[in-house]
Each structure stands twice: as structure tokens, then as C-alpha cells.
């Protein structure tokens, strides 16, 4: 597991029934992309989170491929369709097997 | 459009076959929102919108490999528009390409200028 992983997300605590509101997650991760060298010219190794995903009761909204060209601290912000109260869940892959995960729940009113 | 090395040309015509599975790509129909400048490569916002798409992909013409995200849009997307932030090693196309839910193609692209190139050595 990558030290220091942090998700943070930032969702309403209420919509109305069916509409559509705009979620911002970013979860700290340094992303090493593969492309770089240390101070001795070895190349330092990839290690990124390769996939996202926002599922609401159960139901996928988003579901992100992640590339190295993905900045460090990846960032990410849409748009999701609120039909009922729930839970929204975020989950992020990383490529060494670690899996972070996040909820939030949304009310109706 | 900028003149690439032909591998990073060929890199790039390979990963967009392999989405679109050699299908023909249209234009219109998605809007690339990336800044004309940016000052360090590491991270440059861009967001994509394509009213009616399942999926768009993210490309960066001119990294050591041109892949940088692909968004697929489930039945809770409240619109099919998404951003992020992205690494750009040096001055640039980057291209969005969409995949809509009549299984066509559509495609535009954006140069970005780039000041601190964001790969690292």
C-alpha cells in the first residue's frame, strides 16, 4: 500500500429525486509514473491507481482507466443522477493491489 | 496539428484503433475544455463533455505513451462531461475521443502549450 493514501470527496448530503449533482473526489497518491529516474539513473519503478469507480446503490456512474499521464493526486469531477436516497461509493485501485474505498450517503429532500 | 516522431505517431494510431476497433471517427458532438497554456505540465485540467457518449478516452499526442484515461459513463452519469488534471511532457494535442451510444466514433482535439514539461528525466 502506497503511504499516506487519503480520499477525499465531496458530494451533497440531499438532492431531490432525479437530479443530477456534481461529485469531486481526489485522493492523495504520488501516481510515479514509470518515466523517471533516481539519482543513480535507475528508473523508479511505476505506481499508480489504475482505476476508479463511483457506484450509487449499485448502479455505476463513472468508471475511470487511469494512465501514468494522470497527474500526481489524482483528481476527478462529474456528474451523477440522484433516483433515490443512498449510498454512494467510491473505490480506487492501486496498482499494488490496494484498494481504497469511500462512502457517502445521500439523502432526498 | 503538430509533426510527431513516427514510433509516438504509430503509438498513438495503435491505442485509438484499439478503441475505436478500426471503426471510421466523426467530428462534433464533444467539447475538449483544455487551457491554450500551461505553465507546468504536471498538472493541466481538461474536461471533456459529450452529451450521449458511453466512453471517451483521453489522449496526450506527444507523451512517451499516449494514453491517459478513458471515462465509460454508467446509467447514473448526469451528464456524460467529466474533468481531471493531467501530466503533459511537453507542448501538445491533446485529443478526446468519444464512443456514443449508437456505437459511432467522435473525435476533436486541443494544443496545449507547455512551459515546464511534466514527465520528469
Known sequence: MAEGVRARVKAPATAAAGESVTIKTLISHPMESGQRKDGDGNPIPRAIINRFTCVFNGETVVDVMLEPAISTNPYFEFEATIPEAGDMVFTWYDDDGSVYEETKSIAIG | ?121
Open chain 2, 1 to 121: 496539428a503538430l509533426a510527431l516522431p513516427l514510433p509516438a505517431r504509430a503509438a498513438l494510431e495503435d491505442t485509438i484503433a484499439e478503441f475505436t476497433a478500426g471503426a471510421a471517427v466523426g467530428e462534433g458532438g464533444i467539447t475538449l475544455t483544455a487551457p491554450e497554456i500551461a505553465e507546468n505540465g504536471n498538472t493541466v485540467p481538461v474536461e471533456v463533455d459529450a452529451p450521449g457518449a458511453v466512453a471517451v478516452m483521453l489522449l496526450a499526442s506527444g507523451n512517451p505513451s499516449p494514453d491517459v484515461c478513458t471515462f465509460s459513463f454508467g446509467s447514473l452519469a448526469g451528464a456524460q462531461r467529466a474533468s481531471t488534471r493531467i501530466r503533459l511532457a511537453g507542448t501538445q494535442d491533446v485529443i478526446a475521443i468519444a464512443k456514443m451510444g449508437d456505437g459511432s466514433f467522435t473525435r476533436t482535439q486541443s494544443t496545449v502549450k507547455v512551459t515546464i514539461g511534466g514527465c520528469g528525466g
